[in-house]
């Protein structure tokens, strides 16, 4: 289990899992600690009431200092780290603008703002056709679009993206010093510019949803703190990661398997087919947490309260139980329906948004370019919880 927070657990965590699985789908790493790696295990674990996430509340009673740190304040604030019946309250209120219809509403634009970030990763290339990938395309576009539908200048991206890349830290189990002073760093700007927008759209609202988060506090005597909108501003950020690791992620395996680009671009149809293999051969988030609130009984080892569990969200998605021949990437997968977005009360906010985006990415791509070429060495971030690449040049071809 050890291995997983090794350099090279990070860089390949599914050989860990291999070893983990045949041990058993929930296993005791120490005394009031366990990791739920079985796809049902997982399953059944993020969609249970009595298995909470670690609040603020829990933070004040197990942690003197943790509020010192910016950056698990801003987390912590957010729906990321909000238990019932708080998280249905804040979800309520900030749910409508990701729903799926309006979402659909959306699709028009988010093509149009995937062909216009393709167009400026080209302007990006080196003489000899170079990009990198993940910097020019991949992160920067699902925040462009989080930027238009919050209401944020879209002259601001070049400076919000580095800074939500470093707050990722604090997600990490493993999170160093040095990780954690750098996290503090970036969410401690990031909560000062969100601040003076708030300050802003109170004075002279617009038609954006920081506006309207603004006028429903007003309207219903602040019932989302100010403090709650900008966790959750903060947290939304943080899921425009995961989108752009998951394409990045996914252009990766075609750098493996180039004939398979070039299915995908002769057969445009199978693009749905990619996209939720790609999901499952490598998730963006790989591991969550939660605690036991009563003692319960998972795939027959006992849990007590107070417990905490290491949910293996990447492990679940490589249960052979589940996924015959896990490690081989198929397309045609028979009834691949993978964990991607968690589930139960905690589903992701943003599915809807984000499943649109990395249809509208992959789609363009493969309609554009014939083929594609590997143009360096590909560099993983350095998480074992956000799985993606700080550097992933490519050169790609047209028809």
């Known amino acids: 289990m050890a291995g997983l927070f090794t350099p090279e657990g990070r860089e390949d965590p599914y050989p860990y899992y291999r070893a983990l699985h045949e041990r058993g789908p929930v296993l005791q790493l120490a005394p ?29 009673r ?3 200092d943790w509020r010192a740190h910016s950056s698990l304040l801003a987390v912590k604030n957010s729906l990321l780290f909000t238990n ?3 998280h249905e309250r804040v979800r309520g209120m900030v749910n409508g603008p990701f729903s799926a219809r309006r979402i ?20 990006s290339a080196a003489g000899d056709g170079v990009v990198d990938f993940s910097a020019e395309f991949a992160l920067p576009y699902p925040l462009t679009i989080l930027s238009e539908l919050l209401g944020l200048p879209v002259a601001d991206c070049g400076w919000l993206r580095p800074r939500v890349g470093e707050l990722t830290a604090v997600l990490d189990p493993q999170a160093g010093r040095r990780d ?16 003076e927008l708030i300050e802003n759209r109170h004075r002279e609202p617009q ?23 900008i966790g959750n501003l903060i947290a939304l ?12 992620n996914g252009v990766a395996v075609l750098l493996e398997r180039p004939e398979l680009w070039t299915r995908l671009h002769e057969q445009p149809e199978l693009v749905d087919d990619f996209i939720t293999e790609a999901m499952r051969y490598d998730l963006p988030v790989q591991l969550t947490s939660r605690r036991a609130h009563c003692d319960s009984v998972v795939a027959g080892t006992e849990i007590t309260a107070g417990c905490a569990v290491l949910i293996g969200l990447g492990a679940a998605n490589r249960d052979p139980r589940r996924f015959a ?11 691949n329906r993978p964990i991607t977005y968690g589930g139960g009360s905690h589903f992701c906010l943003g599915a809807a948004l984000a499943a649109a985006e990395v249809k509208a990415a992959f789609a363009s791509l493969f309609a554009r370019f014939a083929t594609i070429g590997k143009a360096g060495v590909p560099i993983r971030r350095d998480r074992s919880t956000i799985r993606g690449y700080g550097s992933l040049p490519v050169v790609f071809s047209t028809p």
């Not at 954690?180 to 601040?195: I, P, Q």
């Open 32 to 60: 009031g600690a366990f990791i739920a790696i079985g796809f049902h295990e997982v399953n059944k674990l993020i969609r249970d009431a009595n298995f909470l996430v670690e609040e603020a509340a829990y933070q004040d």
């Open 62 to 64: 197990v942690s003197l």
């Open 84 to 86: 019932s019946p708080d």
């Open 104 to 123: 659909l509403e959306l699709q028009p634009r988010i093509a149009h703002l995937a062909e216009a970030q393709l167009d400026l990763m080209l302007r």
């Open 180 to 195: 954690l002073k750098t996290a503090d760093d970036a969410a401690s700007e990031l909560m000062a510019y969100l601040a």
């Open 207 to 229: 038609g954006d949803l920081i506006s309207q988060a603004v006028l429903s506090r007003h309207a219903t005597d602040c019932r989302l703190g100010r403090d709650e909108l």
């Open 237 to 248: 950020m943080l899921a425009t990661e995961s989108t752009g690791n998951l394409l990045s």
């Open 325 to 335: 021949k896990p490690d081989v990437f198929d397309l045609q997968r028979h009834d």
